[in-house]
């Protein structure tokens, strides 16, 4: 009897919503007290995020990345604790960009204090101007927008593809594509992150991973960086997360690779703690997820922040998670 295992996708920068998961603090336990000493290790800016992130909406200030970053990596961390709870828990974790360090964190590559580290440190260290723009179409079909510092900061989908880099090369990209009828939308980031433009702020924060006594994962974690599992000596190399900053994510790529693995068994559970549920947006038009092997919920609601709309949605993914557990279980 194989029971599906659960893969947690957490989201990275251009993600972040205002009140993101707010409904569930104060109310589910685990969750509020990963994010209180989250908050609580960051020191006076673990203070004013926390005060962002309940801020009313609209107009929580939590757009720019000395916000939204270590924001996000919070409320990923958090939810893959809540998810611990559930029986048997968490059994893959793959990150976006930011969510990879909210991945390797729960895959106890470092400790949810050392994180907090980590964020001060890169708070610090001032990143160059620029930007992210989402744009549907293939990477293989953007090599003439490919220039004057503008690269593929992200690969999420057969058709869904991220060009980062410096604001006006990345404005003039843009343009040209939409003159050519091609959809696309500028990301909430202030900085062209996974771009050669981010690598002295990469340096810096090889530097603070070099402070940690990083550790092999204890449970399996996918690397965006090299779309496979993290090994032991990439997992304990300042150089693998810090690199992070500037280099590509392949995200689809690493997600496509587990999908295809199982598209006749054994099952999984792909839990999307994205709040638009664009993580698994590609998935659910996989065969491994058409044919039911793979079974994909959403932890967050796609619209609304108030306590109701975070808890039932919660509570809606617990439900399928256990679903699947026990029909997988007694097959």
Known sequence: MDERRTVLLLPGQGAQRERMAAGLYGREPVFTGAMDDFFRALGAHGEALRAAWLHPAPGSPIGAARQAQPLLFAVGHALGRTVDGWGRGVD?????SAGELAAACLAGV?????AAALWSARARVPAPAGGMLAVAAAADALAAHVRDGVVVGAVNGPRQTVLSGPSGPLAAAERRLRALGVTVRPLRSDHGFHSPSMEPVADAFTAAFGGLGLRAPVRELISCRTARPVMPDEACDPAFWGGQLSRPVWFWPALRALLDAHVEGPGLVLLDASCDHSLSAAARRHPAV????VVVAALLPSRGAGTHADAVALEAAR???ARASVSRAAT
């Not at 058409?290 to 092997?293: K, Q």
């Open 290 to 293: 058409r044919s039911g092997a």
């Open 110 to 114: 470092f400790t949810p204090g050392e």
């Open 319 to 321: 439900a399928v998670h």
């Open 92 to 96: 893959v974790l793959l990150g976006h």
